[in-house]
């Protein structure tokens, strides 16, 4: 009777789960363990991380899951285990100690996860223990979306049209778990799943910011979106409107399925729907350009651009980080972000162009901010962005395009609610200097009791000045 361990990192679910089918449809008995890897945890820069308690969580949704499902077909005890060290080390010793002849998981495209799974997968065999990944988190991946040429492509519209063309119901159909229930096996004896405290970290602010968590957050949170997709075209980019569908966070721990996602715009017409699913598309086309081109981990995707001298200004860098450039949206962009861990897409490109473009600061540190603070960090969309914004990736558009963070403010936040909500000090600015304070005179900074150099910073760079800088920088491109 063949008997099987699942092993879970960026799969948070018990259903549609590609690992979790395969192993069902394989053995008679199926453990399942997720690893609070302290590889990773050990490098994040604070005990108190709203991803971890994200995880946690969810983890205690996912166990009462497994033993639910396993409990309508008459299994008792089923559930999760749970271990906190290596799991390189963690995963061989477990599946050994279980007696298991083979370990599932889903497929990781990031390069350090390779690496670990190719360390585990080689530990298991010298065990005579078999390893199995799955394709899980992404709909197309590695070469299955290709050129013409057989070559992988290096820019998103036609990559997208060929993803369309493509995709078929069979691509989204989705694995089922429920059948196969009654071989989920009982948890052994002593097992419990580890509180926050237990793994050395602390609780966030996550619970005060109401955000769901788990399977049922990610459930409550796409219901919510389908009644307002239809809008999202039109309301995506502006950051005090709900206009988007706050899943991110979700896709990146899959306690939702990409899957059904994508199943779900594509059968709804409309622009809403189409628009979303473009997006669905972007995260499949960043994922794809990590597994061919790894050295964007530390590199410029195209090497012409490894040229480029960045300027080294700490004190700058400094108040990008904690919202003091001046610029009103771009540093209520940076306090929703330090204080949420969560920043809305499109001040995501206007605070990235801010860095790279006004700040000249290379791209890199912006993205490893991002990578410490942001819910949703996602390697493969976090390095595409930050180098779509600074002009170094995939992006058809010439370098030469530099947000001007004023008109986009004024375009996106016209009458700066979302400003005022972060950047209280400035509620009593009237909108027509809400994107500019420095702008107003003395008599109207006193009537509005708004200083600024006192009670708001005035700019730290000239956005004129710095676009003239960043044309000159980009410029040795050219010779």
Same mark, same amino acid.
């Given at each position: 009777?063949?008997?099987?361990?699942?092993?879970?990192?960026? @799969?948070?679910?018990?259903? @549609? *789960?590609?690992?979790?089918?395969?192993a069902?449809?394989f053995?008679?008995r199926?453990?399942?363990?997720? #690893?609070?890897?302290?590889?990773?945890? @050990? =490098?994040?820069?604070?005990?108190?991380?709203?991803?971890?308690?994200?995880? &946690?969580?969810?983890?205690?949704?996912?166990?009462?899951?497994?033993?639910?499902?396993?409990?309508?077909? !008459?299994? =008792?005890?089923?559930?999760?285990?749970?271990?906190?060290?290596? =799991?390189?080390?963690?995963?061989?010793?477990?599946?050994?100690?279980? !007696? #298991?002849?083979?370990?599932?998981?889903?497929?990781?495209?990031?390069?350090?996860?390779?690496?670990?799974?190719?360390?585990? /997968?080689?530990?298991?065999?010298?065990?005579?223990i078999?390893?199995?990944?799955?394709?899980?988190?992404? #709909?197309?991946?590695?070469?299955?979306?290709?050129?013409?040429?057989?070559?992988?492509? +290096?820019?998103?519209?036609?990559?997208?049209?060929?993803?369309?063309?493509?995709?078929?119901?069979?691509?989204?159909?989705?694995?089922?778990?429920?059948?196969? =229930? %009654?071989?989920?096996?009982?948890?052994?004896?002593?097992?419990?799943?580890?509180?926050?405290?237990?793994?050395?970290?602390?609780?966030?602010?996550?619970?005060?910011?109401?955000?769901?968590?788990?399977?049922?957050?990610?459930?409550?949170?796409?219901?919510?979106?389908?009644?307002?997709?239809?809008?999202?075209?039109?309301?995506?980019?502006?950051?005090?409107?709900?206009?988007?569908?706050?899943?991110?966070?979700?896709?990146?721990?899959?306690?939702? +399925? $990409?899957?059904?996602?994508?199943?779900? /715009?594509? %059968?709804?017409?409309?622009?809403? %729907?189409?628009?979303?699913?473009?997006?669905?598309?972007?995260?499949?086309?960043? *994922?794809? $350009?990590?597994?061919?081109?790894? *050295?964007?981990?530390? *590199?410029?995707?195209?090497?012409?651009y490894?040229?480029?001298v960045?300027?080294?200004?700490?004190?700058?860098?400094?108040?990008?980080?904690?919202?003091?450039?001046?610029?009103?949206?771009?540093?209520?962009a940076?306090?929703?972000?330090?204080?949420?861990?969560?920043?809305?897409n499109?001040l995501?490109?206007?605070?990235?162009?801010?860095?790279?473009?006004?700040?000249?600061?290379?791209?890199?540190?912006?993205?490893?901010?991002?990578?410490?603070?942001?819910?949703?960090?996602?390697?493969?969309?976090?390095? !595409?962005?930050?180098?779509?914004?600074? +002009?170094?990736?995939?992006?058809? &558009?010439?370098?030469?395009?530099?947000?001007?963070?004023?008109?986009? +403010?004024?375009?996106?936040?016209?009458?700066?609610?979302?400003?005022?909500?972060?950047?209280?000090?400035? %509620?009593?600015?009237?909108?027509?200097?809400?994107?500019?304070?420095?702008?107003?005179g003395?008599?109207?900074?006193?009537?509005?009791?708004?200083?600024?150099?006192?009670?708001?910073?005035?700019?730290? #760079?000239?956005?004129?000045?710095?676009?003239?800088?960043?044309?000159?920088?980009?410029?040795?491109?050219?010779?």
């Amino acid at each position: 009777m063949p008997s099987a361990l699942v092993w879970f990192r960026r @799969d948070l679910r018990c259903f @549609d *789960h590609a690992a979790l089918h395969h192993a069902l449809r394989f053995a008679d008995r199926v453990h399942c363990v997720f #690893v609070f890897d302290r590889e990773i945890l @050990d =490098a994040l820069p604070t005990r108190a991380d709203r991803r971890v308690e994200f995880i &946690q969580r969810s983890l205690l949704e996912l166990d009462a899951g497994l033993a639910a499902l396993a409990r309508d077909v !008459g299994v =008792a005890g089923a559930g999760l285990i749970v271990r906190h060290g290596r =799991a390189d080390a963690l995963i061989p010793q477990l599946a050994c100690e279980l !007696g #298991v002849d083979k370990v599932f998981a889903n497929r990781d495209y990031e390069p350090a996860a390779i690496v670990r799974d190719s360390r585990v /997968a080689q530990r298991l065999a010298e065990a005579g223990i078999g390893f199995e990944d799955f394709k899980d988190q992404v #709909v197309f991946e590695r070469d299955e979306v290709l050129t013409l040429a057989g070559k992988p492509f +290096s820019v998103f519209t036609p990559y997208r049209n060929a993803w369309l063309k493509a995709v078929d119901d069979a691509q989204l159909a989705a694995w089922p778990i429920e059948p196969y =229930a %009654a071989r989920l096996a009982p948890r052994p004896p002593g097992e419990h799943l580890p509180t926050l405290a237990d793994i050395g970290f602390e609780p966030t602010n996550l619970a005060d910011m109401k955000m769901p968590v788990g399977m049922s957050g990610g459930r409550q949170l796409f219901e919510d979106f389908l009644g307002r997709i239809d809008r999202y075209k039109r309301a995506r980019d502006f950051p005090a409107v709900k206009g988007v569908s706050y899943l991110s966070t979700h896709l990146r721990f899959g306690t939702v +399925s $990409i899957r059904a996602l994508a199943a779900a /715009a594509r %059968a709804r017409a409309g622009e809403g %729907a189409e628009s979303w699913l473009n997006e669905l598309i972007w995260r499949d086309f960043y *994922h794809m $350009i990590l597994w061919h081109n790894p *050295h964007v981990l530390e *590199h410029a995707f195209r090497p012409e651009y490894e040229r480029i001298v960045w300027d080294d200004a700490p004190a700058l860098f400094e108040a990008w980080c904690e919202a003091r450039t001046g610029y009103p949206i771009v540093d209520a962009a940076m306090r929703q972000l330090n204080q949420t861990g969560y920043m809305h897409n499109r001040l995501r490109m206007i605070v990235a162009s801010f860095l790279a473009k006004d700040l000249g600061i290379d791209w890199r540190r912006g993205e490893r901010y991002f990578a410490d603070h942001l819910n949703d960090y996602d390697l493969a969309a976090n390095n !595409g962005g930050w180098q779509w914004a600074a +002009s170094t990736g995939c992006d058809a &558009q010439p370098w030469f395009r530099i947000f001007n963070p004023v008109t986009q +403010s004024e375009k996106f936040d016209a009458e700066g609610r979302f400003i005022r909500r972060y950047l209280p000090e400035l %509620a009593r600015v009237p909108d027509k200097f809400i994107h500019a304070p420095w702008t107003m005179g003395g008599i109207d900074q006193a009537a509005c009791r708004t200083r600024i150099g006192v009670d708001y910073p005035a700019p730290v #760079v000239d956005h004129a000045v710095a676009r003239e800088r960043t044309l000159a920088r980009f410029g040795v491109l050219k010779r």
